[in-house]
């Protein structure tokens, strides 16, 4: 499957930005999907997934009743709703998918390219 990540961009401490990641290629719906950042200088990290059917979902204690993932499988696409932004969320934001629901990013089978999200204090 393919993953086009989108939605990054600049914002100040406290804004909002909705990352995108449209998939194509495979039956999106046999994939469990997560959200990886990796900031400069540090190692990639889990921030948030959803399973298949986007009845489970969980995050890193980090980003949790900040950020939301939910998918539209009749589009392909999976979001990532950040709010109260932080300068430590600044870091490239990448979409994967894999068949095992895992917050490890050597489970996912699949990944996108990055999208940029820098936060402003």
């Known amino acids: 499957v393919q993953l086009q990540a989108s939605g990054g961009g600049l914002v100040q401490t406290g804004g909002s930005l909705r990352l995108s990641c449209a998939a194509s290629?495979?039956?999106?719906?046999?994939?469990?999907m997560g959200w990886f950042r990796q900031a400069p200088g540090k190692e990639r990290e889990f921030v948030a997934g959803?399973?298949?059917?986007?009845?489970?979902?969980r995050y890193a204690d980090s980003v949790k009743d900040r950020f939301t993932i939910s998918r539209d499988n009749a589009r392909n696409t999976v979001y990532l709703q950040m709010n109260g932004l932080k300068p430590e969320d600044t870091a490239t934001y990448y979409c994967?998918?894999?068949?095992?629901?895992?917050?490890?990013?050597?489970?996912?089978?699949?990944w996108g390219k990055g999208t940029l999200v820098t936060v402003s204090s």
């Open positions: 994967a998918g894999g068949r095992i629901y895992s917050t490890h990013g050597r489970d996912m089978d699949y």
């Open positions: 290629g495979r039956t999106f719906t046999n994939y469990n």
């Open positions: 959803i399973s298949w059917n986007a009845i489970l979902t």
